[in-house]
């Protein structure tokens, strides 16, 4: 299998460099997203492949800490869940989904030769290798984990229910704890040799992951619940760079240091999404992301995200310590989740507070 990554900054009105997004070399009507629903279902996931990736996890009950959320960020990933594409009840999907030519071309930046293993069989070419299904897997692969989730006697990996099933045992393999975050890195790691990869993946695993439940607030009351309520209504909203602000939402600016415009896209950015819940309880946030550092009960990192309590701002950077460098803030929920605006392709959705990287405390301003 094969997934061709670009980087792009996380950005939110300020530059960051060590954050991923991931592109795939594939002819679908691949889209981005990541907006997530109530109830834990994904917004950019079709019900027929959640649907694949819940049966999946099913049939492999003796692997251990296997869920769907890590089947829908490789999905994710490597197929944009197949958006695009006609999903028969059955799970076949059609067009098929291609990879590129695996002939070292450089086309799609394959720069590695993949000689044909199947005849065209799943790849539908014999002058080479590509990656195949929502799932991609070279022909070769699948011939070593594909299985059969209908019971139709056919491990396709152009069927949602028998890829999802392949991944699934491809990740649980070698009696691997998948509830211990080390070994779920080793198997991401082993289904695609990047650690850009890898941290791409773990990302969408950890927002599917946060988006199971919806935060409990029942606790959460006054001010505190009016500012994360009013985040939360804006669920879905596209992340627009330089976008948003205390009257909501806005078209944004050009460019994101990963040449990322908002011009054009009605949204929010991560600051410009604070500012608008906190103006809800008459506060008045400056617009950048280490100016709102500034303001109320600094949280220092060293306490951790244990010391966050719901309402909180909580805030990245490049060097922690170093508030200048502060890169995005979320609204800390409880639960060790925040509603996030995260970067440019996506949506205003609520994630695990791992999610980002380079963790900087917080700031308490009720």
């Known amino acids: 299998m094969v997934a061709l990554l670009l980087f792009a900054a996380v950005c939110c009105a300020a530059p960051v460099g060590n954050a991923i997004s991931a592109y795939v070399a594939l002819k679908s009507g691949a889209q981005t997203g990541g907006g997530i629903a109530e109830g834990g279902s994904a917004a950019d996931i079709p019900p ?3 649907t694949a990736y819940k049966k999946a996890v099913q049939h492999v009950a003796t692997c251990r800490g296997m869920r769907w959320p890590i089947l829908a960020g490789i999905a994710k990933v490597e197929s944009h869940h197949a958006v695009g594409r006609s999903i028969a009840a059955g799970g076949d999907i059609r067009p098929r989904i291609y990879g590129v030519l695996l002939n070292g071309s450089g086309a799609g930046g394959n720069t590695s030769v993949f000689p044909d293993t199947d005849g065209g069989k799943w790849d539908g070419t014999s002058q080479g290798e590509r990656a195949v299904g929502p799932f ?31 991944a699934a045992i491809y990740l649980c393999g070698n009696g691997r704890d998948l509830t211990k975050r080390s070994q779920l890195k080793t198997a991401i790691f082993q289904y695609n040799r990047s650690q850009e990869y890898v941290a791409n993946v773990l990302g969408w695993v950890d927002q599917y992951t946060a988006a199971a439940k919806d935060p409990d607030l029942k606790n959460v009351t006054g001010k505190v619940r009016t500012v994360i309520e009013a985040a939360l209504s804006q669920r879905g909203v596209p992340y627009s760079w330089g976008g948003g602000n205390a009257g909501g939402k806005s ?3 050009c460019c994101s240091p990963s040449g990322k415009s908002g011009v054009g ?48 701002l909580v805030f990245y950077a490049t060097a922690p310590g170093r508030d200048l460098t502060i890169y995005h803030v979320g609204i800390y929920v409880g639960g060790g989740k925040m509603v996030n605006a995260p970067r440019p392709g996506t949506v205003v959705r609520l994630d695990s507070v791992n999610a980002m990287s380079g963790f900087a405390g917080g700031a308490r301003l009720l």
């Open 48 to 50: 027929r492949m959640l």
């Open 136 to 166: 991609q897997f070279l022909p070769s692969t699948w011939e070593d984990v594909g299985a059969d989730a209908g019971g139709d006697q056919r491990a396709d990996p152009h069927n949602a229910d028998d890829a999802a099933l392949g």
């Open 265 to 312: 896209i009605k949204g929010f950015d991560c600051s410009g999404l604070t500012q608008y819940a906190y103006a809800k309880v008459g506060i008045s946030l400056p617009r950048v992301a280490a100016a709102q550092a500034g303001v109320g009960k600094r949280i220092p990192a060293s306490l951790g995200t244990s010391a966050l309590k719901a309402g909180d």
């Open 251 to 253: 078209t944004g600016i």
